[in-house]
């Protein structure tokens, strides 16, 4: 994906990677989903992301986490729709 996401692309990169099918992702599905974003992190990186993103706490990212987190902190490559850039 070298295009900046859209919504629809967003929602389909989080369905993709949640392999267990109940609306969150845990920390390889989270991987996973960085992946499809093209966005190469490393292992601890990517673990402080995603705790950085479960502002929950409970161990899992919601696509609300998952969107509050991109639009919040840019992680993705341009723009998000509704975001600042
Ligand atoms: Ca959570």
Excluded: C, K
Aim: hydrophobic share 40%; charged share 30%.
């Amino acid at each position: 994906m070298t295009t900046r996401p859209t919504e629809d692309d967003l929602l389909a990169v989080f369905r993709r990677a949640d392999l267990g099918g109940d609306d969150r992702l845990d920390l390889m599905e989270f991987t996973l989903v960085l992946e499809s974003l093209g966005l190469s992190w490393t292992r601890a990186e990517t673990q402080d992301r995603f705790e950085q993103a479960d502002t929950n706490r409970d161990g899992f990212i919601s696509y609300r986490e998952f969107r509050a987190a991109l639009d919040v902190r840019g992680w993705a490559s341009g723009p998000l729709p509704g975001a600042r850039s």
